[in-house]
T-cell receptor, first 111, second 109 residues
Framework: DTGVSQDPRHKITKRGQNVTFRCDPI?????LYWYRQTLGQGPEFLTY????????KSRLLSDRFSAERPKGSFSTLEIQRTEQGDSAMYLC?????????FGPGTRLLVL | AQRVTQPEKLLSVFKGAPVELKCNYS??????LFWYVQYSRQRLQLLLR??SRESIKGFTADLNKGETSFHLKKPFAQEEDSAMYYC???????????FGTGTRLKVLA
């Protein structure tokens, strides 16, 4: 196991397009988190899954954002009708307890 | 609202000098606090948590509830300590983590 992986690593899209990111957690980890990080800021919590259940969701996560973890393994984060303000690094982390293991992130640029 | 403040964007120290990275939080109860580190071209990783009260790579952090602080300290900085450091808070009863804006530590030879 090479740790948490994310795909793609980079994504450039035009405003108004939909994008989907994937996160593959460490295999035995039941907890999965999504964060967004913009330049000069720390990671900003978006949502949390325990197995396949989405137990927490930031109110910052607008209706255009949706996340799934259908079988309690990998997760996807979709952004619909992207806006320039969505440009950021999207980080995924997984854990068994309070120690989160982060992925390398997906850098999104919305033109 | 819960908040984590790291007042310094950049901290430069000479090798062998003591280091203190400041972290203040706003939360009325007893939060769980963490320090995460990101070395150049590496992923964000956990450095330490206040509950474990351990020293990792020579770093320690003490939770001061009176001052609502969780400063990270190391008595003698090493060049390999150069990295981005983030303080984070977990709101008890939730799985929501709040990160500070980070402090870049540069250890000069």
């Amino acid at each position: 196991d090479t740790g948490v992986s994310q795909d793609p690593r980079h994504k450039i899209t035009k405003r108004g397009q939909n994008v989907t990111f994937r996160c593959d957690p460490i295999s035995e980890h039941n907890r999965l988190y999504w964060y967004r990080q913009t330049l000069g800021q720390g990671p900003e919590f978006l949502t949390y899954f325990q197995n396949e259940a989405q137990l927490e969701k930031s109110r910052l996560l607008s209706d255009r954002f949706s996340a799934e973890r259908p079988k309690g393994s990998f997760s996807t984060l979709e952004i619909q009708r992207t806006e320039q303000g969505d440009s950021a690094m999207y980080l995924c982390a997984s854990s068994l307890d309070e120690t989160q293991y982060f992925g390398p992130g997906t850098r999104l640029l919305v033109l | 609202a819960q908040r984590v403040t790291q007042p310094e964007k950049l901290l430069s120290v000479f090798k062998g000098a003591p280091v203190e990275l400041k972290c203040n939080y706003s939360y009325s109860g007893s939060p769980e606090l963490f320090w995460y580190v990101q070395y150049s071209r590496q992923r964000l990783q956990l450095l330490l948590r206040h509950i474990s009260r351990e020293s990792i790579k020579g770093f320690t952090a003490d939770l001061n509830k009176g001052e609502t602080s969780f400063h990270l300290k190391k008595p003698f900085a090493q060049e390999e300590d150069s990295a981005m450091y983030y303080c984070a808070l977990r709101v008890p009863g939730t799985y929501k983590y709040i990160f500070g804006t980070g402090t870049r530590l540069k250890v000069l030879a």
